[in-house]
């Protein structure tokens, strides 16, 4: 069954490779894994990474040479480094708009990149690639989610882990995130005196700005008890998401 919030699986064209259509929906950050290189004359670089299941991006010569110049020529050092790539519409084949894919951010650069390089036979064209920020280390936010012991350092450590962008950064944030409050809620000796400020939740959820913080809203909403303060945070959590779907 497809996951009906992201339907970009369902226009992967039967290929080896990520393919220019598969950006239609929008961009993609991928994180290198491996590099691999073949006897491909016009695709020589074959780019894995994280859940790519077995497309690896292909970068044409252009985007070589962009990879080069911000990465080096050692491709052992791209592991681990993250790039965003879009669907660049007047990317011609043939004398014909068919589009292709490009680079548009990459992290690992001390600032943005400015380049003019050879497209076609004597033309050259310009590329400006975006630092790509990947919000705090990962480290450091797992180090805060394990150091909390309340709601307000818990809070914290949500605050810290919002910026990241990076999908398995996120869902190890949230992993660690979830397993933090069951030890928290495991651990607590002290019996609740009080009923839990629902509306101090809500005001929360509707003053949220993305979705990873919402989803951690919504995991804190699981624990509490069935009743009228509940159903409204719930009923909150539900607008908000379909406010900020609508934004991205």
Same mark, same amino acid.
């Given at each position: 069954?497809f996951?009906?919030t992201? /339907?970009r699986?369902?226009?992967v064209?039967?290929?080896d490779?990520l393919?220019?259509e598969? +950006?239609l929906?929008? *961009?993609m950050t991928i994180?290198?894994?491996?590099?691999?290189?073949g006897?491909?004359?016009?695709?020589?670089?074959? %780019?894995?990474?994280?859940? @790519?299941?077995?497309?690896p991006?292909?970068?044409c010569?252009t985007m070589?040479?962009v !990879? %080069?110049?911000?990465?080096?020529h050692?491709?052992?050092r791209?592991?681990?480094?993250?790039?965003?790539?879009?669907?660049?519409?007047?990317?011609?084949?043939?004398?014909?708009d068919?589009?292709?894919?490009?680079?548009s951010?990459?992290t690992?650069i001390?600032?943005d %990149?400015?380049v003019?390089?050879t497209a076609t036979k004597g033309k050259?064209?310009?590329?400006a %690639?975006?630092r !790509?920020d990947?919000g705090?280390?990962?480290?450091e936010? +797992?180090?805060a989610i394990?150091?909390?012991?309340?709601?307000?350092?818990?809070d914290?450590?949500?605050g /810290?882990a919002?910026? +990241?962008?990076?999908?398995?950064?996120? @869902?190890q944030?949230?992993?660690?995130y979830?397993a933090?409050?069951?030890?928290?809620?495991?651990?607590?000796?002290a019996?609740?005196?009080?009923?839990?400020d629902?509306?101090?939740?809500?005001?929360?959820?509707?003053?949220?700005? @993305?979705?990873v913080? !919402?989803?951690?809203?919504?995991?804190?909403?699981e624990? +509490? *008890?069935?009743?009228?303060?509940?159903?409204a945070?719930?009923?909150? /959590?539900?607008?908000?998401?379909g406010? /900020?779907?609508g934004i991205?």
């Amino acid at each position: 069954m497809f996951d009906i919030t992201d /339907l970009r699986s369902t226009i992967v064209p039967k290929s080896d490779q990520l393919n220019a259509e598969q +950006l239609l929906g929008g *961009p993609m950050t991928i994180t290198v894994t491996d590099v691999r290189t073949g006897t491909g004359e016009d695709q020589p670089v074959s %780019i894995h990474y994280e859940d @790519d299941n077995g497309r690896p991006f292909k970068p044409c010569k252009t985007m070589r040479k962009v !990879l %080069i110049l911000a990465w080096g020529h050692d491709a052992r050092r791209w592991i681990g480094q993250s790039m965003v790539l879009f669907n660049d519409a007047s990317v011609k084949f043939g004398g014909m708009d068919v589009g292709g894919i490009r680079i548009s951010h990459m992290t690992g650069i001390p600032k943005d %990149i400015h380049v003019s390089l050879t497209a076609t036979k004597g033309k050259k064209a310009p590329h400006a %690639i975006k630092r !790509l920020d990947t919000g705090p280390d990962l480290s450091e936010v +797992l180090k805060a989610i394990a150091a909390a012991s309340n709601k307000a350092t818990m809070d914290a450590a949500k605050g /810290l882990a919002s910026p +990241l962008v990076i999908k398995t950064d996120i @869902d190890q944030a949230m992993g660690a995130y979830k397993a933090r409050v069951a030890a928290l809620r495991a651990t607590s000796a002290a019996p609740k005196t009080g009923a839990p400020d629902t509306a101090a939740m809500i005001a929360a959820i509707e003053k949220c700005a @993305d979705l990873v913080t !919402l989803q951690l809203h919504s995991d804190e909403a699981e624990s +509490l *008890p069935a009743g009228a303060g509940r159903d409204a945070v719930m009923a909150a /959590l539900l607008k908000r998401d379909g406010e /900020l779907a609508g934004i991205a």
